[in-house]
T-cell receptor, first 111, second 110 residues
Framework: DVKVTQSSRYLVKRTGEKVFLECVQDMDHENMFWYRQDPGLGLRLIYFSYDVKMKEKGDIPEGYSVSREKKERFSLILESASTNQTSMYLC??????????FGPGTRLLVL | KNEVEQSPQNLTAQEGEFITINCSYSVGISALHWLQQHPGGGIVSLFMLSSGKKKHGRLIATINIQEKHSSLHITASHPRDSAVYICAVPEIQGAQKLVFGQGTRLTINP
């Protein structure tokens, strides 16, 4: 079974802090994704990576950056957290056009 | 770029009822995904289908590629089926990025 894990289920940070969200997948998938999910707005893509060190902006990349130094790990970085980044963050991985697997999510609260 | 519409947005039914959730999309695709998210939970992939019908337990998904339409059916619904069901399709055919519907919130009352 594919497993996608995220470093934290819940996180509380202060405005201005640098925040790292880590995601690891164990199935050697090429593609990894970071989404945020907000009530009424559904799932929105922040960044996407199709290979090590390769990334592509999604629909809402502002205020975020990503890092993919190893195939299995995709990190989302909030350079300077703001209250409007309070959200549920979901990582996913996928091989080609096959099934997409999601992590359990990180609920981030920025105070 | 594909656009996805799901209906209904909210659905409340009694235990045992037959449930249908619909999904329409605008651009031809190779495969469509149905996802499930329980309250407070992560997202689980239920089906990926490119033609015809797939069945898993009490869940059945159908797709009509020509009509650009898919349905998710639940037979003999149960309160544990209460969740948000999300339809997703590639941005364009062959794309890695998915476009998601807004989801259908299903509540099954005992």
């Amino acid at each position: 079974d594919v497993k996608v894990t995220q470093s934290s289920r819940y996180l509380v940070k202060r405005t201005g802090e640098k925040v790292f969200l880590e995601c690891v997948q164990d199935m050697d998938h090429e593609n990894m994704f970071w989404y945020r999910q907000d009530p009424g707005l559904g799932l929105r893509l922040i960044y996407f990576s199709y290979d090590v060190k390769m990334k592509e902006k999604g629909d809402i990349p502002e205020g975020y950056s990503v890092s993919r130094e190893k195939k299995e790990r995709f990190s989302l970085i909030l350079e300077s957290a703001s209250t409007n980044q309070t959200s549920m963050y979901l990582c996913a991985s996928r091989e080609g056009e096959e099934t997409q697997y999601f992590g359990p999510g990180t609920r981030l609260l920025v105070l | 770029k594909n656009e996805v519409e799901q209906s209904p947005q909210n659905l409340t039914a009694q235990e045992g009822e037959f449930i249908t959730i619909n999904c329409s999309y605008s651009v031809g695709i190779s495969a469509l995904h149905w996802l499930q998210q329980h309250p407070g939970g992560g997202i689980v992939s239920l089906f990926m289908l490119s033609s015809g019908k797939k069945k898993h337990g009490r869940l059945i998904a159908t797709i009509n590629i020509q009509e650009k339409h898919s349905s998710l059916h639940i037979t003999a619904s149960h309160p544990r089926d209460s969740a948000v069901y999300i339809c997703a399709v590639p941005e364009i055919q062959g794309a890695q990025k998915l476009v998601f519907g807004q989801g259908t919130r299903l509540t099954i009352n005992p």
